[in-house]
């Protein structure tokens, strides 16, 4: 019996496609393969585990999600302590070449039905408040997929180091001449 309930699960495990959930940096543009464009390519890739995040401004990452066709899909962005950060995402779109051409802001938690095998990328913004507590926190990128979750986990550190409040200054149109 216990031979038969292994060879099911690994029967299950193979025909089950892989799901992937990548976290780069948004300096690495992802095209509609799910793939970094080639000018944006490097040899070897660093993994994002353990960013440090300035008070009072932004991190960005780029988040990929290779979903199969046919299934459900739910995408979440977890933070321990809750609402450390303000995380807003956006989904990515492309032009006819493949290329990124422009984002599109998203409410969380995303949720979706794959009708063919799709590569999907958003934007991901983390924003630290200038009065955030230098601390280290969890955060990760929590997909569910069919019927299992995939996890991107990573320990953001909230440095003294603080953005300068910036406040726009409006001098005026210049002189037609």
């Known amino acids: 019996m216990r031979v038969a309930s292994q060879f099911a699960l690994l029967t299950l495990a193979i025909a089950m496609p892989a799901q992937e959930l990548y976290v780069r940096s948004e300096f690495q543009r992802v095209g509609a393969d799910g793939k970094v464009v080639a000018p944006d390519r490097v040899d070897n890739p660093r993994e994002i585990l353990s960013p440090a995040l300035a008070r009072n401004g932004f991190a960005s990452y780029m988040l990929t999600a290779n979903i199969p066709a046919g299934i459900d899909y739910s ?13 807003v995402l956006y989904q990515q779109h492309y032009g006819p070449d493949g290329i990124p051409d422009h984002l599109e802001k998203v409410a969380l938690p995303i949720h979706g039905h794959s009708t063919k095998e799709e590569n999907l990328t958003w934007w991901m913004d983390l924003y630290i408040d200038n009065t955030a507590p230098v601390r280290r926190f969890k955060v990760e990128a929590q ?34 001449a």
């Open 75 to 87: 995408l979440e962005i977890g933070q321990n302590p809750e609402d450390t950060a303000r995380v």
């Open 143 to 176: 997909l569910w997929v069919s019927d299992r979750w995939v996890i991107y986990p990573m320990e953001a550190r909230i440095v003294a180091a603080q953005i300068p409040a910036f406040q726009a200054k409006f001098w005026g149109l210049p002189a037609i």
